[in-house]
């Protein structure tokens, strides 16, 4: 039986859903270890995000504003 490439989409989409619902349901039961992963998940979604914008959309004026944001925040780790 081979699948059409619509067929293969959706069953994917289904699993993930499945997925998505089994670890949504972990973290809501307090698993430690799965409250962890999502945490590690969103730090590095949030990250790809941002390089993402800054080496495609940002404008010359909003790489100076992030320039300054970073600088502030460097101050603040290294006095920690």
């Known amino acids: ?3 059409s490439e619509e067929e293969k989409k959706r069953r ?3 699993a993930q859903r499945r997925y998505n619902a089994r670890r949504k ?3 809501l039961a307090g698993d430690k270890k ?3 992963q999502y945490k590690r998940d ?3 979604s949030m990250y790809g995000n941002i390089k993402s914008y ?3 959309q940002a404008t010359k004026a909003q790489l100076l504003e992030f320039r300054d944001l970073i ?3 460097q101050k603040k780790i290294s006095k920690k």
Request: aromatic fraction near 0%; charge should be negative; avoid cysteine.
């Open 54 to 56: 800054i080496s495609e």
């Open 25 to 27: 349901e972990k973290r």
């Open 42 to 44: 969103k730090a590095n």
């Open 12 to 14: 994917h989409r289904e």
């Open 71 to 73: 600088a502030e925040r």
């Open 34 to 36: 799965e409250l962890e």
């Open 1 to 3: 039986m081979v699948l």
